[in-house]
C-alpha cells in the first residue's frame, strides 16, 4: 500500500473531524435561546451579574473562534467540559453511557456483517428464483426506517408476542442479549439489505469474470474456484460496505436508543439538545463524527490493502 495514499486518508480523517467540530460548535452558537438561565433555575427576570458571572465561568460570551478553540483544544487533552443540566463531568457522563451505544451499535453491526454477507453470497451463487426473492427481500428492507420498524418490532415481539423487552438495555449477559435484540435488529435491517445487495452483486460479477472461467476450464473443483477464485475475490467491495453500514449504524443509534427506552450516548444527546446542554451536544456529536471517520478510514486503508487497486484509484 503506497505511503502517500495513507498520508491522505490520515490527512482527511484530521481535516474532517476540525471541521466537524466547527460545525458543530457553529450550528449550537447560533441557536436561539441562552444555556445561561438554566442554572439559575429558570427565573423570569435573573440578575444580570449572575448571567454574566455564568456566560464568562462556561465561556459562554466567548466570540465564535475563540470559544470553538478553548472547546476543542480542551477536548483534545480529554477534557470536555461540564454539563450545565446534569452539573457533572461531561466526561464521565459519556463514559457512563457509552457502553450501551457501543454495546447495541456492536450487535447490530455482527448482524449486518452476518445476515448480509451470507444472503448476498447464497443468492449471488443460487442464482435464479433465490436469488429474486432475496433481491425483492433486501430491497424492501432498505427503504424502511429505523423508527418505522422499531415500531413494527415493538407491536409484533413485545406486544402482539411478548418475547423480548423493549425498554432498557438490561443487565449481564442474557438480559443484555434479550434487550437489546430488538433494537439491533431495527437499526441494522436497511443495511443488511445494502449488503446484501452489494454482496449478491459483486458475487454474480466474479462467477462471470474471465480468470473463473478459465479456472473452470482447468478442471478445476467448483468449490474450490468458489472459495479462491469467486469470494475472495468478491471480498474487496462487501468489505468496504460492510464498514460503511458499521459506520452508518453510529449515525442512526440515536433513533433506536430513543424508541426502545436505552439510555446511550445517542438518547443523551437529545436530552441535552431539548436542554440546550451545549457542553453534552458538542461532545457526543464530536465523538459519533470521531468514531464515524474513523472507522471509514480503517475500511478504506484495509481494502486497499485487499484490493491494491484502490489504492491506486485513488491516486489518480
Not at 82 to 106: E, M, N, P, Q, W
Amino acid at each position: 500500500m503506497p505511503l502517500t495514499f495513507v498520508a491522505a486518508r490520515l490527512a482527511t480523517l484530521v481535516v474532517t473531524v476540525v471541521v466537524a467540530g466547527l460545525a458543530i460548535h457553529g450550528a449550537l452558537f447560533l441557536a436561539p435561546g441562552d444555556p445561561a438561565t438554566l442554572l439559575v433555575g429558570g427565573a423570569r427576570q435573573p440578575e444580570p451579574e449572575v448571567l454574566a458571572r455564568i456566560r464568562s465561568e462556561y465561556h459562554l460570551d466567548d466570540p465564535f473562534l475563540q470559544g470553538w478553540w478553548h472547546w476543542f483544544g480542551n477536548c483534545l487533552h480529554g477534557d470536555f467540559g461540564k454539563s450545565l443540566v446534569y452539573r457533572d463531568s461531561v466526561g464521565h457522563l459519556i463514559a457512563a453511557r457509552a457502553g450501551d451505544t457501543f454495546a447495541l451499535v456492536g450487535y447490530a453491526a455482527v448482524l449486518v456483517l452476518l445476515v448480509g454477507t451470507l444472503a448476498g453470497t447464497f443468492a449471488g451463487l443460487r442464482g435464479g428464483r433465490t436469488e429474486s426473492i432475496v433481491t425483492a427481500v433486501t430491497a424492501g428492507a432498505m427503504a424502511v426506517p429505523t423508527f418505522i420498524m422499531s415500531v413494527l418490532l415493538i407491536w409484533v415481539f413485545a406486544v402482539q408476542l411478548p418475547w423480548f423487552p423493549v425498554y432498557g438495555s438490561g443487565s449481564g449477559l442474557t438480559g443484555t442479549l434479550s434487550h437489546l435484540t430488538l433494537p439491533a435488529v431495527a437499526l441494522a435491517v436497511s443495511w443488511i439489505g445494502y449488503v446484501a445487495q452489494v454482496t449478491r452483486t459483486a458475487v454474480r460479477a466474479e462467477l462471470r469474470a474471465e480468470h473463473v472461467e478459465t479456472a473452470r476450464s482447468r478442471g478445476v473443483p467448483e468449490s474450490v474456484v468458489i472459495r479462491r477464485h469467486v469470494l475472495r475475490n468478491a471480498s474487496g467491495p462487501v468489505f468496504a460496505v460492510s464498514g460503511v453500514g458499521v459506520a452508518g449504524l453510529i449515525a442512526t443509534t440515536a433513533v433506536a436508543e430513543q424508541a426502545f427506552g436505552i439510555g446511550g450516548l445517542g438518547s443523551l444527546m437529545i436530552e441535552a439538545a431539548g436542554k440546550q446542554d451545549l457542553a453534552v451536544v458538542q461532545a457526543v456529536a464530536l465523538l459519533f463524527v470521531v468514531v464515524f471517520v474513523v472507522v471509514n478510514t480503517v475500511v478504506d486503508l484495509v481494502s486497499a490493502a485487499l484490493d491494491p487497486r484502490t489504492a491506486q484509484k485513488g491516486e489518480a
